[in-house]
Structures are given as C-alpha cells and as structure tokens.
T-cell receptor, first 112, second 113 residues
Framework: GDSVTQMEGPVTLSEEACLTI???????????LFWYVQYPGEGLQLLLK???ADDKGSNKGFEATYRKETTSFHLEKGSVQVSDSAVYFC???????????WGAGTKLIIKP | NAGVTQTPKFQVLKTGQSMTLQCAQD?????MYWYRQDPGMGLRLIYY???????DKGEVPNGYNVSRLNKREFSLRLESAAPSQTSVYFC????????????FGAGSRLTVL
C-alpha cells in the first residue's frame, strides 16, 4: 500500500541555519503531496502542497519540490527562526481515493 | 473565525467508561474527519463523513462510533474505553470529500486508565 517515510526527529538547529526535512513516499499512481505543520498546542495546518511532478510548493519561506524520479518531497528553508519550532508532517493523497496518508512527523527545535 | 472547535481539550477516563468528543465547524464544509495521533505513528483516520448524512470507516474504526449530527457537527463516541485508546484526537473538515486541504481543530487529549 501507499506509505510516507519521514526522517526521525527531533531535529535541533540554531537560528538562521538551513533546514532540510526528508520525505519519501511509495504510491501506485501519481499522488498529490503535502506538508502540514503543527505548532505547540495547536492542530495541524497546511504549509504547502504540490500536485504533479516537478511542481514546487512554497509558503512562509519553506519550499518542497515534487521529485517523481526519487519519489521524494523534501522540505527546505534557507534560514530558520525560533518561531519555526513545530512538528512537520509529510502526507500524500492518491487521486483515486483522496484519503491522506501521513508520515510519522518530524519535530523541529530551533534554538536562539 | 472559530474554524473547527473540539471539546473537551482534556479528559481522563477509567477503563470501561464511555464518552463523546464533540466537533463543530463554521466554514460550511461538507466533509469532516476524526483522526488519532500517537507518538511515532503520524495521524490515523478513525472515521470520516463525506457529506451530511453519510459516515464511513477509516483505518482504525474499532472501538469507536460517530454521528454526523448536521452539516456543522461530527461527534466521536467511545462506548467502552480501553487504555489502547489513550491518544490525542483531532477533528478536521474540508470543503468536499477529495479536497485534501484540511482544517484541524486544536485536539483533545484523552487518557484511559
């Protein structure tokens, strides 16, 4: 079945460091891919998405590119802030059933 | 703009007790969902309601029941709580089934002793 694998956390970085959170997937078709973010004490919210190969999603300085050849959708940011501390979830949706398949989440801690 | 509101935020139950988690959305969304979040496992879908009047099982429905009371409200009931149901529960909604942009509530932390 479809699945999403994320790098284990926590990931701890200093403010202004570069960030990459790895996400790879397995799917039978051509899924849409998503990054959701969960700030402390809150529900998840959509960060960015991409619906086809080579699409780049971006929001709040974060980017992720849909790489079909490597089945990956890595989340990147050039300079992180303390306010980026959160749990980040990668997810996919097959167009055939539209239900979201979630990764386990990666906790990001940014130190001042 | 409340979005998705869940109650209660915290609950402690004893094994065998029952309870209902309430969820309401004010965005006129058609589809609603209940997920559970466990450490290291991401989110798992318990039940969903594609539209008012319909409900369907998700990945982990055993031990739960749901009611889509009207377009705004979608409740999750534990008839006889078990320690394995200790988790954080999230309600979410979307404009329609198949729209993968979900709006989540803040979560309900349930502990079953």
């Amino acid at each position: 079945g479809d699945s999403v694998t994320q790098m284990e956390g926590p990931v701890t970085l200093s403010e202004e460091a570069c960030l990459t959170i790895n996400c790879t997937y397995t799917a039978t078709g051509y899924p849409s891919l998503f990054w959701y973010v969960q700030y402390p004490g809150e529900g998840l919210q959509l960060l960015l998405k991409a619906t086809k190969a080579d699409d780049k999603g971006s929001n709040k300085g974060f980017e992720a590119t849909y790489r079909k050849e490597t089945t990956s959708f890595h989340l990147e940011k050039g300079s992180v802030q303390v306010s980026d501390s959160a749990v980040y979830f990668c997810a996919l949706s097959e167009h055939s059933n539209y239900q979201l398949i979630w990764g386990a989440g990666t906790k990001l801690i940014i130190k001042p | 703009n409340a979005g998705v509101t869940q109650t209660p935020k915290f609950q402690v139950l004893k094994t065998g007790q029952s309870m209902t988690l309430q969820c309401a959305q004010d965005m006129n969304h058609n589809s609603m969902y209940w997920y559970r979040q466990d450490p290291g496992m991401g989110l798992r879908l318990i039940y969903y309601s594609a539209s008012e009047g319909t409900t369907d099982k998700g990945e982990v429905p055993n031990g739960y029941n749901v009611s889509r009371l009207n377009k705004r409200e979608f409740s999750l009931r534990l008839e006889s709580a078990a320690p394995s149901q200790t988790s954080v529960y999230f309600c979410a909604s979307s404009e329609r089934s198949g729209a993968n942009v979900l709006t989540f509530g803040a979560g309900s932390r349930l502990t079953v002793l």
